[in-house]
């Protein structure tokens, strides 16, 4: 039962994970608090052929930083043949600077793990709830994972300085991933189009994979032997790099991102998009009543073997 469990957290952590992290840039939408009218897609289409494409995901990125907030759609597909293969849909309202979330998650193929098709899944005050669908440790359906307690827990203070830049990475929000987006040196604009039923500048860019780590704050924390230790690492499995597909409308908002990574096994692709912008992320941890610490829960089980061990 708590190997069940632990498998249905680690696949919710993991979609978290790539929602507020790896997909950070991957937003879109239609409108933010404090932006100016909305201008029509004539006009739109002007600015957008007087300005570089580099100057175009710029006011992207301002627009986004102020925005705070918007509901996300994210279809992440990944090949059979990996671990975890098959494709999750995260769909809810996410929030930044703070970071929040309240999303659904839902999985098919491998990576629905442990049978877990559908979760929800939020994120508050750097703690994340998983709510099971079923009843554990008695009468609760919610599982709470505090990832700073528990790494404080293990005694290591390199776990804990890892665990923190890896919480930093993950809170990075879309408007620092489009600045992320901006590292690469071949944005193109291949002009205008219609995404999500709105009209929108398509732009076209890659990263490799040393252009990837910029900005990251678990790479930062590392010496440089380390980061080129990480960096060979990634290269020999086999991802040469990320191509990114954004659509930008007419108030400087992204309303689309795809980014393709090409693995030896197969393509992982990501499609997300963002609307409401500013809409209010209003997100409430679960009831302590009707909430499990896993972090509790797993230290009762290990002195339980223990001791049925010295029996």
């Not at 498998?7 to 932006?35: E, F, M, N, P, S």
């Amino acid at each position: 039962m708590h190997k069940h469990i632990a498998r249905r957290v680690a696949a919710a952590l993991a979609a978290t994970a790539v929602l507020a992290g790896v997909t950070g840039c991957q937003d879109g939408g239609d409108k933010t608090k404090g932006a100016a009218g909305a201008r029509s897609s004539q006009e739109a289409g002007q600015e957008a052929g007087k300005r570089t494409p580099t100057q175009a995901l710029t006011a992207a990125y301002k627009k986004t930083a102020a925005a705070k907030s918007a509901k996300v759609t994210m279809t992440v597909s990944m090949p059979a043949s990996m671990t975890g293969g098959g494709q999750a849909r995260i769909t809810g309202v996410m929030g930044w600077d703070p970071l929040v979330m309240d999303v659904t998650v839902s999985q098919s193929g491998a990576a629905a793990m442990g049978g877990a098709e559908k979760n929800r899944l939020i994120w508050v005050d750097d703690v994340m709830y998983v709510d099971l669908g079923e009843r554990i440790d008695g009468s609760k359906t919610w599982a709470k994972m505090d990832l700073k307690a528990a790494a404080a827990e293990s005694g290591d203070a390199g776990l804990v300085k890892q665990l923190s830049a890896g919480l930093s990475d993950i809170k990075q929000d879309p408007s620092q991933q489009l600045a992320l987006l901006l590292n690469s040196p071949n944005i193109k604009h291949l002009g205008p189009g219609e995404v999500n039923g709105q009209r929108a500048e398509h732009y076209k860019g890659s990263l490799t994979l040393q252009e990837a780590l910029k900005g990251r704050k678990s790479a930062e924390l590392l010496s440089p032997q380390e980061r080129e230790k990480l960096l060979a690492n990634m290269k020999k499995s086999g991802l040469k790099g990320y191509d990114y597909d954004v659509w930008v409308n007419g108030d400087d908002l992204p309303v689309q991102v795809n980014v393709d990574m090409q693995t030896p096994q197969g393509k992982i692709g990501t499609a997300t998009s963002y609307s409401d912008y500013g809409a209010k992320a209003t997100v409430q941890a679960p009831p302590p009543a009707d909430t499990a610490d896993l972090l509790q829960m797993f230290k009762e089980l290990g002195t339980k073997i223990k001791q049925q061990r010295a029996a």
